[in-house]
């Protein structure tokens, strides 16, 4: 639709949120909320959007970045003073003009179609979205003749008692065609309590001129919701949740209790995974078939196999492998691969490290800055000294390896191919291939000690 071109209104304040975050900028299932929007036009129209900033407007373009073109709304003069300042840079333009608002997250792309379609078949000046609800109070509402026809909107606070009892209500989404917006534009005035310039004036100025106006009814009312207040902004990310989980069920996921499982928007699910109660999933995650998340695990921009078991766990951007079997309580921290088969047991940390193929951590571990071949085991309590004080060092296992529990590697070091570290043992220096290394003091038994001591007394 190149003869289409979005405005996204995104200028405001927000006071209830009584945030030093522009509204817009408050996150909904992990991104902002006019992410959503801009995502959703983006899907309707390949030309940037044009996004109207205002209050700690450098802040939104600074999250939004390449995506938009930026107009600066300085005065905060209402929604038509901000599409007149957005069609100042619109030049020779003649298609449609579709105007959103940065704090709606919940429309869809799908609704948006719709708008645009009617609009076009009914070659209609404007054409609003507007809704049903049990609760007009509020909102504008939307005025029919007896055929239907859209005749105009009404505010609440001039509406007559008949019109009050009317449900269907206006967004404030407008598909415009432009040369009739451009008109009408200069037309506009402020002689209201606010002295603010009101989109919705405009729709009654084309009334007046006779220009056919339309309205789309969106299949679910909460699509509008625009959250002003933490509890709305609550509200608004259950609905994106549930959203999101909706979708991951229906291309075959499992979540044992929806109401207690978080999935940012931008995490993959293979098919006949099942995610457990109270497990997050967080950034570009893209996660294999037949995997097992949870309980009680957070997984944030990270890739995880097919077949894999991650539970009571912490995974911040790692690769995991197929078939591996990672948890309770491991903590797997930026740049780890766990490779296919591995085991990462209790109570393990890895950081900056590779698990090879089929090796073993499998409890009170520490790994950072190493390289672990395949078919290693990890004996319990075993660390690698990484750090001097001043830098990292690397580990080296190759594959086969074997190392005892209680066992301290003091980086540099290397231990080959098969090799076998004793148990309680600290390492300092290399250990060759198929090398038995024990580096721990003699025992010293006295004894008879306790009845020596005890004669002292």
Known sequence: MSDLKVVILAAGKGKRMKSKLPKVLHPVCGLPMVQYVLDAARE????????????????????????????????????GHAVKIACSGLGSFNGDLLVLYGDTPLVTAATLRQLIARHRQEKAAVTLLSTEVEDPGGYGRVLRDGDGRVIGIVEDDQATPEEKAITEVNTGIYCFRYSDLNEALPELRADNAQGEYYLTDVVALLQEKGRKIEAVKAGDSWEILGPNDRKALAETERLMRQRILMHWMDEGVTFIDPTTTYVDPRVKLGADTTVYPGTHLYGETVVGEGCH?????????????????????????????????????????????????????????????????????????????????????????????????????????????????????????????????????????????????????????????????????
Not at 72 to 77: A, D, I, P, R, S
Not at 403 to 418: D, F, K, Q, Y
């Open 293 to 457: 998340l949870g309980p009680y695990t957070q997984i944030t921009g990270s890739r995880i196999g097919n077949n894999c078991r991650v539970f009571f766990s912490v995974l911040d951007t790692v690769e995991v492998g197929d078939d591996v079997n990672i948890g309770p309580f491991a903590n797997l921290r930026p740049g780890t691969v766990v490779e296919a088969r591995a085991k990462v047991g209790d109570f393990v940390e890895l950081k900056n490290s590779r698990i090879g193929m089929g090796s073993k951590v499998p409890h009170l571990s520490y790994i950072g800055d190493s390289q672990i071949g395949s078919g290693v085991n990890i004996g319990a309590g075993t660390i690698t000294c990484n750090y001097d004080g001043k830098n990292k060092h690397a580990t080296i296992i190759k594959d086969g390896a074997f190392i005892g529990s209680n066992t301290s590697l003091v980086a540099p070091v290397t231990i080959g191919e098969n090799a076998l570290v004793g148990a309680g043992s600290t390492i300092t220096k290399d250990v060759p291939g198929r090398a038995l290394a024990i580096a721990r003091a003699h025992q010293v038994v006295k004894e008879n000690w306790r009845k020596q001591e005890e004669e002292k007394d």
């Open 44 to 79: 309707v129209s390949p030309e940037k959007p044009l996004v109207v900033v205002g209050y700690k407007g450098e802040e939104v373009t600074g999250v939004l970045g390449e995506q938009a073109e930026y107009f600066w709304q300085t005065e905060q003069l209402g929604t």
